[in-house]
């Protein structure tokens, strides 16, 4: 079952137990080990240094909104940072790689999303593609359009964004294009 509502919780068990605020927690297990100088939690709404989003053509100002987020979707990065950061989740950096198995115990959200510990699993049944089936990726995606999948089938790493909040489907589609362009 996925919910923004269990990473609030998480975030604040994390902060009760260190005693610290959870973006220096973060920086401190993650941005700093992994040296991502360009990553870390919006959490000062007069920050501007990330590119405004973006509904259709009309940029979005909600920075009281972004510092809300918190864990549940408030970190800020680059597309390279997210490929170093998702080579080291899949890759062992973080933590043993035999507990991956243990997030992936699927769940349904919505079509074509499966939801396991913190990562999602994108995979279009065959009928989408009976030519030529695209296999599964495991990641995250965001509100944003942002995106952070591994398939495993093909060992390769996709990050990125569109930037577009109305249109919600555009990263997979973006994924798959991409996907393509390395067969």
């Known amino acids: 079952f996925y919910s923004d509502t269990n990473y609030q919780l998480l975030g604040r068990v994390i902060e009760i137990i260190t005693g610290k605020r959870i973006g220096a927690v973060l920086k401190e297990f993650i941005f700093e080990p992994l040296q991502l100088r360009n990553t870390y939690l919006y959490d000062d709404s007069n920050d501007t240094t990330p590119v405004s989003l973006y509904y259709k053509t009309d940029p979005l100002c909600i920075p009281l909104a972004m ?10 990065s680059t597309a390279r940072e997210s490929m170093t950061f998702l080579r080291a989740f899949f890759g062992g950096q973080l933590f043993p790689k035999e507990y991956i198995s243990e997030l992936t115990i699927w769940n349904r959200i919505f079509f074509p999303l499966q939801y396991g510990i913190g990562v999602a699993r994108f995979k279009l049944p065959r009928i989408f593609s009976p030519f030529k089936p695209i296999p599964e990726f495991i990641g995250h995606s965001g509100l944003s359009g942002a995106f952070a999948y591994y398939c495993p089938e093909k060992d390769l790493y996709l990050t990125g964004t569109v930037n577009q909040i109305a249109k919600p489907g555009l990263s ?7 996907l393509n362009c390395f067969e």
């Open 172 to 178: 997979y589609k973006l994924m798959i294009k991409l």
């Open 67 to 76: 510092t809300s987020f918190g864990p549940d979707g408030g970190i800020v």
